[in-house]
């Protein structure tokens, strides 16, 4: 029998395509694994073509003109990926490398199944939902945004490495904080936390998760602090992620479901031009959890922040009783999610 192709792609979705790939390859399902995006994934037997996508900003950058005129060169290197790989299916993850591969299978007859993981939906999703034959969401609230005879919910992929976290009886009380504002750091979290560090270090171990090519100007020698660049290894960042008892952050998507599954109380900082306000939807999916306390962008001071630590530290006991039995719905979306690739393989 001949082995089939799956071609995966998004833009800012690997440590989802990942969770969807281990899935795949705890079941041994007989296919030709192929990644097309921004950059490659942490895992052996995937085939990477990057393809030089941009994207259309939300906020004008000194990066918006050249990342928008990335587009067409990316549109066309979409084209040539798909027509050289002819995989049997697609799977996108959206961002503008999984709009344009899905555009492309559309044009050569390929089916094509679209992965949703924020609280909204993206704007390549949306626009690229037509050519899907199915779109799987993460969250219900995603549903208004697609065709509902092609939707399905199935939950956030999530790492293998997150998920036994859920297992573990939270800390008694709070020790340690982890802040993190992704791959490349956030300058405001950055900014609102420098001035209060020596206050939080006199109480607290802090994790701090500062951003590539931000590790020398935060650098402060203290036991009691561990500051690291951003990691690949999902077994680094939930090794991490376990040591915290409280956890500040941004609220992309995976941050989120990631602090849910581990029912780590958090206070999540929204990026406010992120598209549909995505951000702070999934923030908001923590909060009525009962797990987070959101704080604008622009009321984010150093003296602000130090006084939400502490008020959600006051609270932490109350937090972790109330969430103790919380179980998150994406448990299983990598298992749902495979099922429903299996259907159109």
Known sequence: MKQKKLLLAGS?????????IVEIKKRKLALELFWVGNKKLPLFGVFFQKIESGKIENKFTRNTIL??????FGF????????????????SFGGAAGGQVAFWGWIFRIPVIIHEQTSVAGRANIKSSKFAKKIAISRVTSEKYFPSNKTVLTGDPIS????????????????????????RGSKWINNAIKPILPKLLTKYKIIWQVGEGSVDKFKIKNPQLTIFRATNSSEEYSKYLQLADIVVGRAGANTVSELIIAKKPCILVPIPWSYLDEQTKNAQQAKKL????????????PEKLFDVIENL??????????????????????????NLLEKYL
């Open 12 to 20: 800012h979705a690997a440590t989802t395509a990942a969770a969807t």
């Open 290 to 301: 009962g797990l987070a306390r959101i704080v604008k962008q622009r009321e984010l001071t």
């Open 67 to 72: 990342s928008f005129l990335k587009i067409p």
């Open 313 to 338: 530290v006051a609270d932490y006991p109350k937090i972790i009783k109330n969430t103790k039995n919380l179980v998150s719905t994406d448990l299983s979306a990598s298992e749902k999610l495979v």
């Open 160 to 183: 293998k490495d997150i998920v036994k976290l859920a297992k573990l009886s939270a800390n008694p009380e709070v020790k340690t904080i982890f802040i993190t504002g992704g791959s």
């Open 76 to 91: 066309i290197q979409a084209g040539l990926a798909v027509f050289k790989i002819r995989p049997d299916l697609i799977l």
